[in-house]
């Protein structure tokens, strides 16, 4: 079986790349883990290769023997996931540095918007990442750590120095986290809602959508009919991706209790039935997580969708009971 | 000309909407999320994951630890999804179940804990949002939201083992209900 390298570069609107991707006697499989239909390039890469692509929903395959991952992520966590991995990962939609596993995201491991013409035959081979080993020389001051943190024989003074300085430094780094958690996930994301909201708004959609969602969002028997359809087992992993979906109607239904169209009590079973989709489109990534056997892959992803199914409707209604007494005047 | 300045003005109206909700939500969202995830983040650097570690594994031989306090500890200390890989410690079985669980664990508590979920906020902050805006308090929202996901999510994750072994049954593969005490590497040599 002979096999050929190809060359994937990022397509328009796209980050990252070029990658190159050879095939070796032992990384000679790729994963993808798509939300629903098996993407074109999935054959193209197929073809070029000589590769055996391997879907992510029904069976998994060690790291250690997969040469590229392909995933259709909006920008919340599979995009990430793999490089952090270690594994080349290619995203068919137009994702940059995004979500919470964002640092791992680099040029050299990941390429996003990735269409068939992005996808070529090449001569090269990819250079086989070669761990840095770095030589075990010992100089008497490490110049990672300042002088205090080093000597032996602490003094009190020097030891309650660098504690104080341990928890500034955890507080200081939790707060660089922080920023960079809302500048990149919640800050975009508000943006992207509050446009929504204002077209919503400012146009005369609104009402049109209020005549609409309000018989629906506004009693329990509407709400289980919203659980009901994100539940579906052969929808709910479409649904899923980002949360998008979820946050979008969310925020559809927000704005109608706003203006006092649903009462506001109706927000509770409202949270339970826009969500009964909830992570199933993420299934064999989070039990890959959980370091699951690739046979326990194939069972879990149907046996999730069921589950989900079978208890989408129950939680509407439970959350509706839970919510007699809510905001009551 | 009446009609275009019309449409122009309607036009620019959309956005001037969106931008007051815009900069509504970042001088009151924004910083109390802020702070609360910089507190939260500290609290979880300081704890250290070897802990939560030591608790999962505790956790899985009961089902009432493994579905409920298990996934509710790890959301609030790991948050999504670094939260799933505590499923590690659980039998081959239970894998899906805490799975369904968990997932579900890191939405319900985004409430009341919002740095457990940042990415996906506005499942919540979507609804709560309009509750804000009729001036009621969203903390009593967030409260029953987290108590019903604690009840539903055991739930959900109880049924699941009952999928589970459906599944199993229709197609003939069965999953060790044991937990495998050898490393990781062992595991897969099995698989």
Partial sequence: ?????????????GYGGPLTITPTEQKHKFIYVTGGERPSIVDKIERLTGMKAVDGFKTAIPDEETALAIIDCGGTLRCGIYPKKGILTVNVLPTGKSGPLQQFIHPEIYVS?????????????????????????????????????????KSIIAKIGVGAGKVVATFNQAAKDSVQTVINTI???MAFVALLIGIIQGSGIGNIFAKLMSPLAGNVIGLCVIGFVCSLPFLS??????????????????VEIGK?????????????????????????????????????VEVGVPSVLYSRFINGVPRVIVAWLASFGLYAK | MHYITDFASGFMNLFQTGAKTFIGWMSSIVPVVLLLLVLM????????????????????????????????LAAFM????????????????????????????????NGVFPHINPGELFIWMGIAQGVQKLGLNTM??????????????????????????????????TLSKKVALSSKSAETEQA
């Fill in chain 1, 260 to 296: 006092g169209n649903i009462p506001p009590q109706y927000a509770l079973p409202a949270l339970f039935a826009i969500n009964t989709q909830n992570g199933c489109d993420f299934i064999p990534v989070g039990l890959g997580l959980e370091e699951a056997d690739a046979k326990t």
């Fill in chain 1, 1 to 13: 079986m002979s096999w050929h390298s190809i060359r994937i570069v990022k397509g328009s609107g």
């Fill in chain 1, 187 to 189: 800050i975009p994301f």
């Fill in chain 2, 140 to 173: 009593d929202l967030a409260m029953r939201y987290l108590l019903v996901g604690l009840v539903m999510n055991f739930i959900g994750g109880w049924v699941t083992d009952l999928t589970t072994a459906f599944v199993c049954k229709s197609s003939g593969v």
């Fill in chain 1, 113 to 153: 918007a990735v269409g068939d013409k992005q996808i070529t035959l090449t001569d090269e081979t990819a250079a086989e990442p070669i761990a840095e080993e770095v030589t075990a020389e010992k100089p008497k001051y490490e110049t990672g750590k300042s002088i205090t943190t080093q000597t032996q024989h």
């Fill in chain 2, 41 to 72: 983040n500290t609290i979880i650097a300081f704890l250290g994951e070897e802990r939560m570690e030591k608790i999962a594994k505790a956790s899985s031989r009961n089902v009432l630890t493994r579905y409920m306090l298990l996934p509710f």
């Fill in chain 1, 237 to 254: 992993p479409l649904l899923g991706p980002g949360a998008v979906i979820g946050q979008v109607v969310g925020t559809l239904i927000g």
């Fill in chain 2, 78 to 109: 790991l948050g999504n999804p670094m939260s799933f890989t505590l499923g590690r410690f659980m039998p081959e079985f239970y894998k899906p179940s805490y799975y369904a669980a968990m997932a579900q664990f890191n939405h319900t508590s």
